[in-house]
């Protein structure tokens, strides 16, 4: 069964802080990683997206990481901003289909 | 990146009537939508997946009889929550899948529903 584990569930960190969440995966066969942010009320929105020849992708304060050996992920936040605080899915794609395989999403909060 | 809209953002209807959600691609053509529903705090859920011009491909527990959905062009999906009951109130969100993007979903804004 395609499964995908995230954690911590949630997270709260202070302003300018860094912080690493964690996603680990059983999807099979794999096609593609993603990390998304979605902000309450909102749709999840691309942060990364990672094939299984990518060890590692930054988009400006967010760099997520892959090893697909071992088939985890992570993505790492730098100097974090009070706009990060929202639930980070990790979402794993495989080449069986168009299907998504959602992780339940870290809750970040930043605070002052 | 390419866009993808839904309306309204938010709806509260009655129990009973029905209400219907619009799911746009606004820059490109989507011949495949994806319909999903989010409860609090909790992952988003596939209900069904919208093929334009032909029926929808609903998944295991979910009512075709309940939840309509029309893709009746390459940009429009549409949902419709047919007699909406208390237990329909949540947060449903549709996307797009964009071929020309190594086939990437593009997910819309999400529409909040609230049946009294």
């Known amino acids: 069964k395609n499964q995908v584990e995230q954690s911590p569930q949630s997270l709260i960190i202070l302003e300018g802080k860094n912080c690493t969440l964690q996603?680990?995966?059983?999807?099979?066969?794999?096609?593609?990683l993603r990390w998304y942010k979605q902000d309450t009320g909102r749709g999840p929105v691309s942060l990364t997206i990672?094939?299984?020849?990518?060890n590692t992708k930054s988009n400006g304060r967010y760099t997520a990481t892959l090893d697909a050996d071992t088939k985890q992920s992570s993505l790492h936040i730098t100097a974090s901003q009070l706009s990060d605080s929202a639930s980070y899915i990790c979402v794993v794609s495989s080449r069986s289909g168009y299907a998504l395989n959602f992780g339940k999403g870290t809750s970040l909060l930043v605070t002052p | 990146g390419a866009v993808v809209s839904q309306h309204p953002s938010w709806v509260i209807c009655k129990s009973g009537t029905s209400v219907k959600i619009e799911c746009r691609s606004l820059d490109f053509q989507a011949t495949t939508m994806f319909w999903y529903r989010q409860f609090p705090k909790k992952s988003l859920m596939l209900m069904a997946t919208s093929n334009e011009g032909s029926k929808a491909t609903y998944e295991q527990g979910v009512e075709k009889d309940k939840f309509l959905i029309n893709h009746a062009s390459l940009t429009l999906s549409t949902l419709t929550v047919t007699s909406a009951h208390p237990e329909d109130s949540s947060f449903y969100i549709c996307?797009?899948?964009?071929?020309?993007?190594?086939?990437?979903?593009?997910f819309g804004p999400g529409t909040r529903l609230t049946v009294l």
């Open positions: 990672m094939t299984f020849s990518e």
């Open positions: 996307s797009a899948l964009e071929v020309l993007a190594d086939n990437e979903q593009f």
């Open positions: 996603c680990n995966y059983t999807v099979s066969p794999f096609s593609n």
